[in-house]
């Protein structure tokens, strides 16, 4: 059973500071997606990553593959305010998405 | 465009009763996909659609669970006999093609059973 753990859970960063979001899973898989979710709201695809090494830059945030370790990484540059949000990252299997359990963000002033 | 509509965004219902939750995927997609989210957590595949096809439905919990499609388009989740363990947000999602596009996710029906 495919498995998908996120951590930190919970990140309280403040504004202009870096950090990573870590996504491990349990068994292969050549589909890894980030996703945003603001509260009360749906989630908003981020990333595609489809590849061994894929590497995805949109504005501040940055996601990367390695399906040899199963690990997918979020990288937060010079984080702001409007980057408060829960990030969740899903692997596929098979016609399914299986999701962590989210690393929700705050970053402050 | 448009993206994926769902209806009702609310719905309150006594345990026992049934309820129906509608699902309007992006025109034209093929797949369309039913999540559960409890509160807090990460969505959880309930069942997933290729045209009418229902090709999977291995996450739906129970048998009071049905989902159905019938001509391709829109989608309804039907819950029988509601309990309060159902209580969560649905999530419908399309993609355009194959199982392997991203999925567009719906805003959800938050179902609260009293």
């Known amino acids: 059973e495919l498995k998908v753990e996120q951590n930190p859970l919970f990140l309280s960063m403040q504004e202009g500071k870096n950090y990573t979001i870590y996504c491990n899973y349990s068994?292969?898989?050549?589909?890894l997606y980030w996703y945003r979710q603001d509260p009360g709201k749906s989630l908003e695809s981020l990333f595609v990553l489809l590849s061994n090494g894929a590497v995805k830059q949109e504005g501040r945030l940055m996601a990367s593959l390695d399906t040899k370790a199963r690990l997918s990484t979020l990288h937060i540059t010079a984080a702001v305010h409007d980057l408060s949000a829960t990030y969740f990252c899903a692997v596929g299997d098979t016609d399914k998405l299986i999701f962590g359990t989210g690393t929700r963000l705050q970053v402050f002033p | 465009g448009a993206g994926v509509s769902q209806s009702p965004r609310y719905k309150v219902a006594k345990r026992g009763q049934d309820v129906a939750l509608r699902c309007d995927p992006i025109s034209g997609h093929v797949s369309l996909f039913w999540y559960q989210q409890a509160l807090g957590q990460g969505p959880e595949f309930l069942t997933y659609f290729q045209n009418e096809a229902q090709l999977d439905k291995s996450g739906l919990p129970s048998d009071r669970f049905f989902a159905e499609r019938p001509e391709g388009s829109v989608s309804t989740l039907k819950i029988q006999r509601t309990q309060q363990e159902d209580s969560a947000v649905y999530l419908c999602?399309?993609?355009?093609?194959?199982?392997?596009?991203?999925?567009?996710f719906g805003p959800g029906t938050r179902l609260t059973v009293l």
């Open positions: 068994t292969t898989s050549d589909r």
């Open positions: 999602a399309s993609s355009p093609t194959a199982n392997t596009d991203t999925q567009y």
